[in-house]
């Protein structure tokens, strides 16, 4: 009895370690950059280095709003990402409602085949996107990033919506039907409130997909006021490759990864659960 | 069945996917196939196969997908080691399990690009945090210009991709764990057999259709790898780490080739495909052999 249980100690132990471990290989650079962005420079440049900030400081999210009209990058990202995430989603559900119920190998097949257009390499997209983008006269257009987000989200939306709704009971929508509802109206009615949690994971996933898009928003995004937060950033660096701000950097890495460490710790077992099914599309 | 109300519904969904992948893959397909000058803008020369001919004899095409080819290889092996053992890890039960899971998480929420700066920073030449720490423990004598050298520079993009993306490997591998029945567990341990003899012998193969998933997901993202050497290296030094995609961007973007670049990217869109494809089917067939 006393064997086993030193035998389970010494087990919690080691699991208790090797977690620790985990998560400080998983938090480790997220944290570095927020202590970074805390330093004064002559510590940011001290070696060896120094590895708590002291004293505390603000100066480089100070100088950093000054140089960097970083509020608008934050704004740009937080309006494209949620219109695409909306159009995304009112164009899923229908979808996801028509195959949901749809009998035998149809609904497979379709389902097989956006899960292949989710693995398309985007760098194959790019340029013809761009001559649209172009043509359209969009660049710099909050548009030229919500569609393209919109259709690139859409085989995930689909795969989590429509697993919602096929485990809704048959018998909802005889009842519905009955009652003289059409399809839209008995899935904005009856179906989308029920699915309500699978519906909030999936705009919750997209999204954060489109807030963390680079090589679109790099490419279509050339003024300064128009780029959305991630193709910001990566202006934030200075004239050279040497004379990097780093103390701004980091304050910056901090400001566009905060919002998402929020949203994370807010929902996380909806995150969870719902990257666990839509983990397909990465 | 196909009823019209289903096409309708679908309606939507295929128009968007038509606009924004379909015309477009169909459009890199066709630039591919001619020279593409900028005048007044864009005129079209027919080249039949020459775009694709040209790479044979292009050795920055071939150095990009051999450094394509080792990023891909060394960052997937990694990820799907890691991912089983965190998946392992953090299957068991123990408390706060809820919190470590969605903390383990965050890497793979982060984005990419901005995260890809983070990483520079601690792989810093002269001020990073990397060569400080293994100069205290005494594993370097002088600091190490990680980014500035080419072998250093691809395990700094490793690294990167490593911490990004092991937990989206660690999170297919739970929900194929918690997808093996209890029972199973509890028979083998009737059996006898080891906690090793378990995983190996039991575990493992039942989780063979979420490694298939993974690794398939994994190999194709890393291959198409876009963000992380654009904002860590650029693909340098002397483009030892320029990707299948950053050649492509850099031939539309730097170059202005614009039929080359197509050329590139399809090219290394078919290359990716039957990549997959063959290893899904020795995988599948290596499992096939095992049960």
């Known amino acids: 009895m006393n064997r086993t249980r030193l035998i389970e100690g010494r087990t919690a132990l080691l699991v208790t370690f090797a977690v620790g471990l985990v998560l400080a290989w998983s938090l480790a650079p997220a944290v570095w950059q927020a202590l970074t962005a805390l330093k004064p420079d002559v510590q940011i440049t001290k070696v060896p280095t120094s590895y708590l900030p002291h004293p505390v400081t603000m100066q480089h999210f100070a100088s950093l709003w000054e140089r960097k009209p970083l509020g608008l990058y934050l704004a740009n990202s937080a309006w ?3 219109w695409a995430t909306l159009l995304c989603v009112a164009v899923a559900a229908p979808a996801a409602t ?13 389902l097989l085949a956006l899960l292949m257009l989710s693995l398309f390499p985007p760098i194959l997209l790019l340029f013809p996107l761009y001559e649209g983008v172009r043509g359209l006269g969009w660049i710099n257009h909050p548009l030229a990033l919500v569609l393209p987000y919109a259709a690139l989200n859409l085989p995930l939306a689909v795969w989590v919506l429509e697993s919602a709704l096929r485990a809704l009971p048959a018998e909802l929508d005889e009842a519905a039907r009955l009652d003289g509802l059409s399809t839209l109206r008995r899935l904005w009615r009856i179906h989308l409130p029920l699915a309500l949690p699978s519906l909030a994971t999936t705009c919750i996933l997209v999204f954060i997909f489109c807030w963390n898009e680079f090589m679109l928003a790099l490419t279509f995004m050339t003024r300064d006021t128009s780029k959305t937060i991630t193709g910001g950033i990566a202006s934030v660096s200075g004239a050279s490759l040497y004379e990097i701000p780093w103390g701004q950097l980091s304050a910056a890495i901090v400001i ?27 | 069945m196909w009823t019209r109300e289903r096409l309708l519904l679908l309606l939507p969904a295929l128009l968007l996917l038509a606009v924004v992948v379909a015309l477009p893959v169909l ?5 591919s196939l001619y020279h593409v000058e900028l005048h007044q803008g864009i005129v079209l020369r027919w080249a039949g196969a020459a775009q694709f001919s040209r790479t044979w004899l292009d050795t920055r095409w071939w150095a990009t997908l051999l450094n394509t080819a080792v990023f891909t290889c060394c960052s997937v092996a990694l990820e799907m080691v890691l991912g089983v053992v965190f998946a392992l ?11 470590v899971r969605s903390l383990v998480m965050l890497p793979w929420v982060l984005p990419t690009a901005v995260m890809a700066l983070a990483w520079s920073w601690i792989f810093n030449d002269s001020f990073g945090v990397l060569n400080d720490l293994l100069g205290r423990v005494g594993i370097l004598s002088a600091p190490v210009a990680w980014l500035g050298a080419p072998h250093t520079a691809m395990i700094t993009l490793v690294v990167a991709d490593v911490w990004k993306t092991t937990p989206f490997v660690m999170l297919i591998v739970l929900a194929g764990l918690q997808g093996i029945p209890e029972q199973v567990l509890e028979a083998a341990r009737v059996d006898g057999l080891t906690a090793g003899q ?6 493992l193969p039942l989780l063979t259709p979420s490694l298939l998933v993974a690794l398939a997901f994994r190999a194709i993202q890393a291959y198409g790898a876009f963000d992380l050497p654009y904002v860590m290296t650029g693909g340098g030094p002397g483009g030892t780490t ?18 080359y670049g197509s050329a590139v990217a399809v090219q290394g869109a078919v290359l990716a495909g039957l990549l997959v494809a063959s290893v899904l089917h020795v995988a599948r067939r290596l499992g096939a052999k095992r049960t």
Not at chain 1, 98 to 110: D, H, I, N, T
């Open chain 1, 80 to 82: 494209i990402a949620t």
């Open chain 2, 89 to 99: 890890l953090l299957h068991r039960r123990f408390r706060g399990r809820g919190v």
């Open chain 2, 242 to 259: 320029e990707t299948v995609s950053l050649y492509a961007y850099h031939n539309y973007f730097r170059y202005l080739d614009f039929g």
């Open chain 1, 256 to 282: 566009a990864t905060l919002p998402l460490i929020l949203l994370v710790l807010l929902f996380q077992r909806r995150i969870v659960s719902g990257l666990t099914r839509g983990a397909l599309k990465g």
């Open chain 1, 98 to 110: 028509a195959l949901a119920r749809l009998p035998g190998r149809g609904r497979e097949g379709v």
């Open chain 2, 27 to 31: 459009r890199v397909v066709q630039l």
């Open chain 2, 198 to 203: 378990r995983l190996w012998k039991v575990v």
